[in-house]
């Protein structure tokens, strides 16, 4: 059984920083590609960030581009996503994800396996 479980959300201020983490548990981890996804309330669910099985393509949401920073352990099965410079416009449930191959990475429908998703939550 797969399981994903995300860690590290919260309340913080804006400009401030949140460290995101997904251990997964029952798959080969390093032959996935993780993402991380987001969904504000009202509206739909949003790519991220990713992270290829070693780590060689990082793609990016534009909007986060420079702030969100996404990493990867593959001894520990984790994958990390650490967030500065928060904006109120960032609160959101966070869930990870992990699919097999790396194109389309960007896209939610590719993705095989979900987390339960844990709150950011940024104050102005």
């Known amino acids: 059984q797969v399981t994903l479980v995300e860690s590290g959300g919260g309340l913080v201020q804006a400009g401030g920083s949140l460290r995101l983490s997904c251990a997964a548990s029952?798959?080969?981890?390093?032959?996935?590609?993780m993402g991380w996804f987001r969904q504000a309330p009202g509206k739909e669910r949003e790519f991220v960030a990713a992270?290829?099985?070693?780590?060689?393509?990082?793609p990016y949401t534009d909007s986060v581009k420079g702030r969100f920073t996404i990493s990867r352990d593959n001894a520990k099965n984790t994958v990390v996503l650490q967030m500065n410079s928060l904006k109120p416009e960032d609160t959101a449930v966070y869930f990870c994800?992990?699919?097999?191959?790396?194109?389309?990475?960007?896209?939610?429908?590719?993705?095989?396996?979900w987390g339960q998703g844990t709150q950011v939550t940024v104050s102005s």
């Open positions: 992270i290829s099985w070693l780590g060689g393509s990082t």
């Open positions: 029952g798959l080969t981890f390093s032959l996935y590609t």
């Open positions: 994800a992990a699919k097999r191959g790396g194109s389309n990475a960007q896209q939610g429908e590719r993705y095989d396996y």
